[in-house]
Every structure is written in C-alpha cells, then in structure tokens.
C-alpha cells in the first residue's frame, strides 16, 4: 500500500509531543545537522559536508495509531558502493515490548529519487506503542513528515534514565558505514542497550582529530562520556600522536570528570596479507594506550583505554563489506563487547 492510499494525519516531529533526539544542536538550530550550522570555529569543509548526514538521530513517541507512514525529502540521491538505500538514505521503525525495543520494518523505496513516500506499518491493533524511527546513516533529511491515524492519540515517549548523551566521535566506522540499515549501527545498536540519548559524530574518513572539532564536541552539554574511536582516519602514528592528547586537554577543559573512553580499532582482512597495514595498527594501538597511561600517571583516572582489535572475533575478516566496514554481524559484535564497557564507565 502507498501512503497516499492511507486515511492519515501528517505530522512535523519538531512539534511535542514528539521528540528529536541525537542532534546535540537541534534545540537552538532545529536542523536535522549533527554540528552547528555556522561553527564558532573553522572546521574542514569535508566534516561540514557529513555533519548532514542524520547518523545518530532518532524520532521518539507514543502512539496507539494502527498505521504509521513517512513523507521524505532527502538532500541527495543514494550514491554509495558499498551500502545499500535502506541504510543510507532510509529510516528504521522499532517499538517497545516490554522492555525491548525491536525492529519492525525499514524504508524501501525507489532510490532513484530523493523524495519518497511509504508505509511502515498498517492495520496494527490500536493500543499504545512507543516507537522509534532512526534517521538515514549517509544522508542529509531535509524534512520529514509523519502519518498517523486521525483520531489516533499521540504522546511523549518514556523518558531516558536521565538527561546525559554519549558522545562517540570517529570515522565513517562509527558513522555507520556498512550497515543494512539505519538501526544496526554500532551506536544505534547500543542506544537500545543503555537508555540514554546518544551522539554520534562520526565524519566519513574526515574525522581525524582536529582541534577545532575538539570544541566543537567539547560545546556539547551534559555529557555522560565521551568515546573516541578516529584511530582508522589517522594517516600516520604521528598524526595520531599530536591530535589525540590535544583533544583530550580541550576536552578536559570544558569536561574535567567526564569519562573519556580512547578506542583502538578493529582489525582490517588485509591485515592477513600485508605487515605494513599490521604494524600501523599495532603502532596506533601502542600511541593510544601510551597516552592514556600517562594521563593516568599525570592525575588523571578518568581516562581510559579499551583495544578494540578483538572486537570482530577470531573471523573478524568474516564481518565486514569491503574488507574495513564491518556489516550488520559485525556492527552487532562490536556493540556487544563495547556494552559492558560503557555500562561501568556509566555506574
């Protein structure tokens, strides 16, 4: 069925008492853009460009509506290789049961276009669900409208445990690429885990540690923890040898207790093939975990390092598309083992 053949109510999410959540920005800007429209700092014109990729954001609220249908205009077309329209382009639909919050359907659509119609879910039966609709992975959403039942109530979701995000910053990794769809991105996934609001910033092979960007994700208020996993951006160890202290000391400045988790990356196939792409990981790995001891040394116990070579498991070239972006298996893996990391650095 297309929505047009539904008998709906459109509605805007910017309005209550549907809530917008993982744009640290929306509030002042009430942009669907994961960084300031106009940065009080100057930042690389290829970090601005993914800031408009929505990874990260979620659409939250209650509804006993029998049909849900969305109404898209995206900002381009779906253009990658290596993920498919319904991660980069398409939005996720999960709703609580109980204490679950499981995927009912994804968007699927003609992605020859940019503005798109389609139903999610019709002829449920009426009573009150919370949902969740994740915003597209690799692609800006200029707006986006939601349709439900004329006469079927609408009412604000259950609220997090507290008021806090998590903060990931990285690389096209942590964005989501090569996820399935929206929902399996290794932060999306968590957000399920940990009831919290969570950020994502990861910039597509830009997020590489600048210190510009520091204040940027130093601005965002209230932050539970702040993850940082840009190593697989880093084109050199000395790169990731100058960036990464100097993030950590801009961040401690507008941060001085909140935990910093420092994350080493996964383990490439081709490192089966060639020392040189080994070496420079366990090089990167060496600076990482080096830098947090001597935090640790210098007063700061607050800032911790976590090797996420093993994260794949002993098949890790089995989890990924290319080699390098792990897939919905491997998304899976990686948040199963961060999940009990961030659970204690939460207590």
């Given at each position: 069925m ?5 008998t709906?109510t ?7 008492p549907f809530r ?5 920005w ?5 942009k669907?853009?994961r960084?300031?429209?106009?940065p ?19 659409i ?8 849900l249908?969305?109404r ?10 290596h993920?498919p329209a ?20 994804s968007?699927r ?11 999610m879910y019709e ?5 009150l ?10 692609q ?8 439900l039942?004329?006469d079927?109530?609408?009412a604000e979701?259950?609220?997090y445990?507290s008021d806090?995000r998590?903060v ?21 996934i ?16 830009s997020?590489?540690g600048?210190?510009?960007?520091a204040m940027?994700v130093a ?9 940082l996993?840009?190593e ?20 401690r400045?507008?941060?001085p207790?909140?935990?910093i988790?420092v994350l080493?990356k ?6 089966l093939?060639d020392?040189?792409l080994?070496?420079?990981r ?6 990482q975990?080096?830098t947090?001891?001597r935090l640790?040394?210098h ?7 976590y090797?996420?070579?093993g994260?794949l498991?002993?098949h890790?070239?089995e989890c ?8 919905d ?6 948040a199963?083992?961060l999940?009990?990391v961030l659970?204690k650095l939460?207590?």
């Amino acid at each position: 069925m297309n929505a047009s053949e539904l008998t709906v109510t459109w509605h805007s999410p910017a309005n209550p008492p549907f809530r917008i959540n993982g744009f640290a920005w929306y509030g002042e800007e009430g942009k669907y853009r994961r960084l300031p429209q106009t940065p009080r700092v100057a930042i690389p014109p290829v970090v601005d460009k993914f800031a408009n990729c929505t990874s990260g954001g979620q659409i939250r609220f209650r509804t006993e509506s029998s049909s849900l249908a969305l109404r898209v205009k995206l900002c381009g077309l779906a253009d990658l290789n290596h993920m498919p329209a319904t991660s980069q382009c398409g939005f996720d639909c999960y709703i609580d049961i109980g204490e679950s919050r499981l995927f009912h359907s994804s968007s699927r659509y003609d992605h020859t276009k940019r503005d798109y119609e389609i139903v999610m879910y019709e002829k449920m039966e009426r009573r009150l669900r919370d949902v969740t609709l994740y915003f597209p992975l690799y692609q800006g959403v200029e707006e986006v409208s939601i349709g439900l039942d004329r006469d079927g109530i609408v009412a604000e979701p259950a609220d997090y445990a507290s008021d806090k995000r998590v903060v990931v910053y990285g690389t096209s990794i942590t964005q989501g690429a090569s996820a399935a769809r929206p929902g399996m991105s290794y932060t999306n996934i968590l957000s399920r885990r940990i009831p919290l609001e969570f950020i994502n910033l990861g910039f597509s092979a830009s997020g590489r540690g600048e210190p510009e960007v520091a204040m940027l994700v130093a601005d965002i208020p209230k932050p539970a923890c702040l993850v940082l996993d840009y190593e697989a951006n880093c084109p050199r160890p000395e790169h990731l040898e100058k960036t990464l202290p100097e993030f950590i000391r801009i961040y401690r400045e507008a941060h001085p207790a909140v935990p910093i988790l420092v994350l080493s990356k996964i383990r490439y196939a081709r490192e089966l093939f060639d020392d040189a792409l080994l070496n420079k990981r366990l090089s990167m790995q060496a600076i990482q975990r080096e830098t947090v001891e001597r935090l640790n040394r210098h007063g700061d116990r607050k800032v911790f390092f976590y090797d996420g070579s093993g994260l794949l498991g002993e098949h890790f070239h089995e989890c990924t598309v290319d080699g390098v972006h792990p897939t919905d298996l491997g998304f899976m893996r990686i948040a199963d083992g961060l999940n009990p990391v961030l659970q204690k650095l939460l207590e």
